[in-house]
């Protein structure tokens, strides 16, 4: 078993998993058909449970909701159809006698068009202090009809919009990377940086145990906004793409800031305050720039979640990270789901839509035995695939709103959780028939992920999840330490952790030999003693003495 000795009370987070909730689709406690904090406090006891150790909140502030609360208007509240204040205080405490951190989602980047900010930009006209807040310029042409320079947005369409000035008259434009419901923040107006260090103490103080950083590479472009060799480059890739927006150097020192700001309530009581960061960078080695000791704690490495399933792709995924982010101090941080990105059970199908599921309980059971973090995305736990075939008139991704297109369109990822029952809404949203329909609609096939139904089950991705949860809390050899990577059977990939710890995942279709005789304390599927069936992972205990090498 683990000690828990001082050191690692305080650094909790250095190999914690961690659970996503995206709010408005986790458990609805009102009838509204949106998820609120009241259903997250409810769901506290299954978290538990299921033996995470803490909770990630997407947005639940005050939002128009053109990006579903990633465009705040008030970064100090609780938009109503959540709750409020003191159901987010309620949710803490509840938490907290639970033994379950809380992180909150914050979006430094950019806020919403409706926040006071930026309706003063917009009544005070060009040249004043409001609109130096955000990036506000001329545009180009005779009459400057024309934007100021050629970037376009993640989620489509130019990256600028032109607004009327009060006169009436068209007027200047202002930068916004992602929808122009959300400009982007100008960091280099120091009064943007002072507010957000407000900001991190008034969540600070009402006791939440750190913040998951949105867009933690962008804050600062490229002070001269010229023109993109590649404008097209963040629409193509739905990625933080151009250089010239994202990854400028100068965003470290704000990190250095943020972390200063946590290390003051580190050292009032002992307790670490996470700074995890979503991090969209090309490489490892960038990557941890931004886990440097005085910067961020973590940073989603999202490589693993992109990665093809090949081992070869895998081994040297978790190789590279292993060794440049690792070696900052840090630990890595691995995920395989989150709110963005197609679930694992869909993504893995290759051309049989049967080998999905069997591949995603593989690569759980790989994640949770590298060395490091985790986190969870919501329901990955109860194998939910994709939802792929939603009708055009219910979508609500922005993405979709402004490009018509369908592609890495969002909401499939996003339907509300099934909890109990046969059929819509699945326990999901209170108050019987007076309760509005979740807002999106859940398909009949959820019946057979519904939670009621996995928990009975022994033999469903609940119970792989909660078993390996248990087995990475109880086993010595499991969260910090080495990997030791194994020879194996082509196709296979192997490792050891700690002393006799091994994990192997066959990414072939077909049985191999496995690497240690004997019946496994842990499969993601049925695993006879010798044998490792394809597109299955499995953790022995062995006395094996390994040769391979050391990340």
């Known amino acids: 078993m683990h000690i828990a000795t001082a050191a690692a ?31 997250v406090r409810a769901g506290l ?9 803490g909770i990630w909140l997407s947005p639940f502030y005050p939002s128009p909701h053109h990006d579903h609360g990633y465009d705040v208007a008030d970064y100090r509240g609780v938009d109503p159809v959540f709750g409020d204040l003191q159901e987010f205080d309620h949710l803490v405490a509840d938490a907290q006698r639970l033994g379950l951190k809380v992180l909150i ?40 009809e024309l934007p100021p320079n050629n970037w376009h947005a993640m989620f489509g369409g130019s990256a600028w919009s032109r607004v009327t000035e009060p006169d009436g008259e068209p007027g200047q434009w202002y930068l916004h990377l992602f929808t122009p ?74 990190w250095r800031q943020w972390r200063a700001v946590c290390e003051e309530y580190t050292a009032n009581d002992g307790h670490d305050r996470l700074l995890v960061g979503e991090v969209s960078v090309p490489t490892a080695r960038e990557h941890a720039e931004y886990v440097r000791p005085d910067e961020l704690h973590q940073a989603f490495f999202f490589d693993l979640l992109s990665a093809d399933w090949d081992h070869d ?20 941080t691995w995920v395989l789901n989150n709110h963005d990105q197609v679930r694992t059970v869909t993504r893995y199908e290759g051309e049989s839509t049967t080998v999905g599921p069997s591949r995603a309980r593989a690569a759980a059971l790989l994640m949770l035995a590298l ?14 695939p994709e939802v792929v075939d939603l009708p055009d008139d219910v979508l609500t991704d922005p993405i979709f709103r402004r490009t018509g297109s369908r592609l890495r369109v969002r909401d ?20 019987g028939d007076g309760a509005a329909r979740p807002w999106l609609p859940q398909p009949e096939w959820f019946a057979e992920h519904a939670t009621d ?51 192997a995942v066959n990414f072939g279709l077909d049985p191999v030999p496995a690497p240690v005789a004997g019946t496994p304390l842990l499969s993601s599927g049925d695993c006879p003693p010798g044998i490792l069936p394809g597109s299955t992972a499995a953790w022995w205990i062995s006395d094996l003495s390994t040769k391979g090498t050391t990340s």
């Open 45 to 53: 006891p299954y978290l538990r449970k299921l033996g995470v150790d």
């Open 412 to 431: 499939g990822c996003r339907v509300p959780l099934p909890w109990s029952g046969q059929a819509s809404p699945f326990g999901f949203t209170a108050g």
């Open 181 to 254: 419901e959300q400009p982007d923040l100008n960091w280099r107006d120091p009064v943007v940086a002072s507010t957000f260090d407000e900001i991190l103490r008034f969540w600070l103080d009402r006791g939440v145990d750190g913040f998951r950083i949105d867009v933690a590479a962008g804050l600062f472009k490229n002070a001269e906004l010229p023109d993109s060799p590649d404008p097209e480059a963040d629409e193509r890739a739905r990625d933080s793409v151009n250089p010239l927006a994202w990854n400028q150097p100068e965003v470290h020192e704000v």
């Open 9 to 39: 009370t305080q650094h909790w987070w250095r190999d914690a998993v961690i659970y996503q909730v995206y709010v408005r689709s986790f458990l609805d406690s009102t009838g509204d058909g949106i998820g609120d904090l009241a259903g």
């Open 371 to 384: 060395p490091g973090a985790a986190y969870v995305y919501q329901g990955e736990e109860l194998g939910l």
């Open 453 to 503: 139904r996995a928990l009975s089950d022994t033999r469903s991705f609940w119970h792989l999840y909660r078993d390996g949860l248990a087995l990475r809390r109880a086993l010595p050899q499991l969260g910090e330490g080495p990997l030791r990577w194994m020879e194996t059977e082509p196709g296979v990939l192997a490792f050891e952790r700690g002393d006799g710890l091994v994990c």
């Open 105 to 144: 989602d914050i979006v430094p980047n950019h806020c919403s068009s409706e926040h006071p900010w930026f309706r003063a930009a917009l009544a005070d006209g060009p040249g004043s202090e409001a609109r130096k807040r955000f990036h506000f310029a001329d545009g180009r042409g005779e009459n400057g």
């Open 313 to 332: 792709a895998f081994r040297k995924t978790i190789s590279e990270a292993l060794t440049d982010i690792a070696g900052t101090g840090s630990t890595v």
